[in-house]
């Protein structure tokens, strides 16, 4: 997510310094100097092979790093300057970075009887990265703590309170976790089949960053036990994001997006009906621009993006993007990214991954 401490392309560069600058093709170079903003994502390349791709707002493509596996959700520390890529569910793996490669990149193993989820976020000090995960065999999710300042070495869990626990973040005070658990039972001896649609228990949480104790805990009504909560940003005002994905009938039309505060209830945004059906009925990423005031949601199902008030909820846009993926905040307005390749105004013969982070 993009907040106010998030450097610019400038201290990007300047961050990054002589060496990385020196090791980019003059192309690469230019379209650094002229990006209003960078990014990374998870991408397969057209020989099947996976990486991370550090992406100006234009998209062009500007340097790369391999990965064993496909990568999922992405976080960003501005305090660490470290990226993380997540491994897809029921990937074992996250790979820290540093985007201006003054670092070697820090190989995460995910402890027995765990797999990540896709997601995970730094502290805003970049001290800590928390990690959602699954202990498989409990059906119960985890939040994986991993010490920044010991080569991410593993130091202990929180409970989620939920299970299929996908998304998470942290307040900007560091002090609460937010969780979005979807509600879908998994287990890797059988590879990412659904478990337990017709008893899905979604839920989203707040936990003292601090100790893990729960200090919020929502449950949907049981009308919309199959709305799997998935994916979360905050707003500028503390306000929580979510998005879902609809595991019931293809012809409902459920509410796909709504917010949270501490200590208020959730409230389900209501869309319209034509929105719902662009969108149809899956949201796979959410992402909040705080300068601009506004939501972004993607669909890779139809290949929607839509914009959104971030105070009213009202839709401010919506537009057509052949299997849009990842969304993040522009310099003005969203940028989206594909899995056919765009990201931007361009495309590049890489499928871009699920979701993308600003870094610059």
């Known amino acids: 997510m993009w907040r106010g401490d998030i450097i610019d392309r400038r201290g990007f560069l300047k961050a990054a310094g002589i060496g990385f600058a020196a090791a980019l093709s003059p192309g690469s170079l230019m379209a650094l100097e002229r990006a209003d903003a960078v990014y990374a994502s998870g991408f397969r390349a ?124 942290v307040s900007d005070d560091g002090n609460l976790l937010v969780i979005a658990n979807g509600g879908i039972e998994t287990h890797p001896d059988f590879g ?25 805990r929502h449950s949907l009504p049981s009308s919309l036990s199959q709305l799997s909560t998935r994916h979360l940003d905050i ?38 009906e034509e929105t719902t059906v662009r969108l149809g009925n899956y949201v796979g990423a959410i992402a909040v621009n705080r300068r601009d005031g506004i939501v972004g949601l993607t669909s890779p199902v139809t290949g929607a993006a839509v914009t959104l008030d971030a105070r009213s909820g009202v839709v401010l846009r919506q537009e057509a993007i052949r299997e849009a993926a990842g969304v993040a905040p522009a310099s003005r307005g969203i940028v989206v990214s594909s899995y056919d390749g765009q990201f931007g105004a361009t495309r590049s013969a890489v499928a871009f991954d699920q979701h993308i982070v600003r870094i610059g």
Not at 148 to 156: K, L
Not at 193 to 215: F, H, I, Q
């Open 235 to 272: 707003a500028d005002d503390g306000r929580i994001w979510f998005a879902c994905q609809w595991e019931g009938p293809r012809n409902a039309l459920p509410p796909l997006a709504g917010w949270l505060s501490r200590g208020e209830d959730i409230m389900l945004l209501d869309l319209p």
């Open 46 to 169: 057209p020989d099947g092979s996976f990486g991370i791709a550090t992406v100006t707002e234009r998209g062009e493509i500007v340097d790369r790093v391999a990965l064993p596996a496909r990568a999922h959700g992405m976080a960003f520390s501005p305090a660490a300057g470290r990226a993380v890529a997540f491994a897809r569910r029921p990937g074992t793996f996250a790979m820290v970075f540093d985007p201006s490669r003054r670092a070697e990149p820090v190989v995460i193993t995910a402890p027995e009887g765990r797999h990540f989820y896709g997601h995970g976020h730094f502290s805003p000090d970049g001290r800590m990265l928390y990690a959602s995960e699954n202990d498989f065999d409990a059906n119960r999710g985890r939040i994986g703590l991993y010490d920044a300042s010991d080569r991410f070495r593993r130091i202990g869990e929180f409970d989620a309170h939920g299970i299929g626990t996908h998304d998470m973040t």
């Open 192 to 216: 990412r089949t659904k478990l337990n649609l017709d008893r899905m228990e979604p839920s989203l949480v707040l936990l003292d960053a601090r100790t893990g104790a729960l200090v919020q």
